[in-house]
Nanobody, 115 residues
Framework: QVRLVESGGGLVQPGGSLRLSCAASGIIFSLYHMGWYRQAPGKQRELVALITISGNTNYADSVKGRFTISRDNAKSTVYLQMNSLKPEDTAAYYC?????????WGQGTQVTVSS
């Protein structure tokens, strides 16, 4: 059974930081590209950051220079370090494991940026 479990969300003030984690089980983690997505109320889910099996990364323009995605294959975990958070970063954040046609999603973790 494949499970992706996100953690690390919460309430933070503008300018603050959070680190999200996504622990995977039931897959050979190192064979999967990993991504972080977010969905704000009333909006479509969007890609935030992606890290490939070779460690290449890609970011949405809105988070470049503020967010960093990383992975630890030994721990089957992908991280999203979020700095200089803005109110518009408020959303539910989801991790996704992708390999060819195989796609798995986590249940999400809420990030709220507010003073």
């Amino acid at each position: 059974q494949v499970r992706l479990v996100e953690s690390g969300g919460g309430l933070v003030q503008p300018g603050g930081s959070l680190r999200l984690s996504c622990a995977a089980s039931g897959i050979i983690f190192s064979l999967y590209h990993m991504g972080w997505y977010r969905q704000a109320p009333g909006k479509q889910r969007e890609l935030v950051a992606l890290i490939t099996i070779s460690g290449n990364t890609n970011y949405a323009d809105s988070v470049k220079g503020r967010f960093t995605i990383s992975r630890d294959n030994a721990k089957s975990t992908v991280y999203l370090q979020m700095n200089s958070l803005k109110p518009e970063d408020t959303a539910a954040y989801y991790c996704k494991a992708q390999r060819g046609v195989d796609n798995y999603w986590g249940q999400g973790t809420q990030v709220t940026v507010s003073s």
